[in-house]
């Protein structure tokens, strides 16, 4: 009955995902027909610079730790979700399933950061479970994410903060 619950949480997060507009490509000076203009580079920003310096990268054993929050459920009043972070890059993740008995699981395995993007990602050791992802949109707040790093567009709230002093 859990792998049901897991489908279905799956299926319902792509299916809200695949409902997100597609943003329109961006016209260049050509199609217009003006003068090209050298476009300037974004600004990167690091998430959780590690100190001063010309290049602060991201430190995953300082970020490390627990995350908690209620995430949208289809079927029930919400899932309560305990994102635990392990400065060695292992990673316990338990989804307990509001107003269900047998509606609790765990998956542990390993997480890491995709620095270019704040992405962090969980790689379970069980192989039958698919990776996770959640955006990193501060120290103290994770969101998950879909299964091709984008938000889901339905207003509903899909984040964990942190827990405990840092």
């Known amino acids: 009955m859990n792998r049901n619950l897991i489908a279905l949480a799956c299926i319902a997060t792509l299916a809200l995902a695949a409902c997100t507009p597609q943003p329109a490509a ?8 003006e003068t090209p203009v050298e476009a300037s580079q974004p600004a990167a920003v690091d998430v959780v610079p590690t100190g001063e310096g010309e290049a602060a ?3 995953q054993r300082d970020f490390a730790g627990s995350f908690t929050g209620t995430l ?3 079927d029930c009043p919400g899932i ?8 060695d890059g292992t990673y316990r993740t338990t989804h307990v399933y509001q107003e269900r008995p047998d509606g609790a699981w765990t998956i542990d395995g390993h997480w890491s950061v995709e620095s270019d993007d704040g992405v962090i990602r ?3 050791n069980s192989k039958t479970d698919e990776d996770q992802l959640y955006g990193i949109e501060s120290r103290e707040r994770i969101v998950m994410l879909d299964a091709d790093g984008n938000k889901a567009d339905s207003g509903m709230d899909y984040g964990l903060t ?3 002093a840092q």
């Open 26 to 33: 961006p016209s260049t000076a050509a199609d217009v027909g």
């Open 57 to 59: 990268t991201f430190d």
């Open 72 to 74: 949208p459920c289809a």
């Open 80 to 87: 309560d979700v305990t994102l635990v972070l392990e400065p």
């Open 122 to 124: 969980l790689d379970p």
């Open 162 to 164: 942190r827990q405990g």
